[in-house]
């Protein structure tokens, strides 16, 4: 294992020169956060252990963040980035990602207690881990560039891969859905959903605002992924004329829940989608005298080279099974907590 010290990241993550403030475009951009982030924990951890701690919390959180965030960058980098380049070429970076996958598994193996080891050879693992993803970067960074500089590499993100900056906001017992970008509260939130641990328990956070005498208001997104929308009580019975119903909401959660849950369990088989497109049909109805959700109903088409129809039915049913939404749907609680605030 290769010895190194690591620099102490503090504040933002840095951005390469000349950025503004707005999410990673490029590919170099993409790295540049990942190996912050990935820094910064193995910082605290190896911090830790000089301090004679075993790090629980710092392994916890740096081996969550190698398999949620640089393991999705490396799967999104072969299915987006490698095919446009020649295979000889990606050849080195191919065994990097399985080294690198190797690494993280390793990672999070000591992190469960699978994998018993001493302080020292823990924070010789992490600092081979920070150094070979360092390395694998700058190569990587170079390699697909060919020629061209290297803020002309696309980001994964651009070609529809994973945002990494919805980690930092997700992560947490609490996500508040107003603090995200509006347009990806819901599926940031479904994303931390999905990459909930056994036993843990996560609260989503957002707010409405509701006039009672004209039946409009607005509703927010704690995330700020998407803007205010203006919702009515005439979208959910008569007309939408540009406004939101909570059923429109909630078929929104309920196809993205389910795109993620199929995407996570089609990876899992190795089996990469070209196209994914799901629309889910909330209904409300009349049922006992009182308005009802009474069905969502899932359309998914999918291309999906290499799984046959048998395959795919299979994935689908794996992914009915994990897709939290769905359960929602299937007859969840519901409890309300309410303040009734002093009269003015
Ligand atoms: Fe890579």
Known sequence: MTEVSLTPPHGQPPRPAGLTARPPLTLAEEHVLLLWQVTASAEKLLTAIEHGRWPDAELAALAGY??????????????????????QTVAGLARDHVRLRAAAEFLARAAAGDQPMSPAQLAAAVRDFVVQLERHLRNE?????????????PGTVTLGGHPHEWYPLTEGPVVDLDALPADQAVAAAVDRLLRMRRGEQVELQSGTGLDPAS????????????????????SRTERADGKTSPEELAAAAHSACYAMALALRLGEHKAVPERLAITATVTLDWAGGVPTIVSSHLDVTASVPGLDKAGFDAVIGEASDLCPVSRLFGGAKITVGATLEPAP
């Not at 190698?66 to 295979?87: G, H, I, K, T, W």
């Open 66 to 87: 190698a398999q949620a965030e640089v393991l999705r960058q490396v799967s999104d980098e072969e299915a987006l980035l490698f095919p446009a380049v020649p295979s």
């Open 141 to 153: 960074e170079d390699l697909l560039a060919s020629g061209r500089a290297q803020h002309d590499v």
């Open 215 to 234: 039946g409009t208001g607005t509703v927010r997104m704690g995330s700020g992924a998407a803007g205010e929308l203006a919702v009515t009580w005439a």
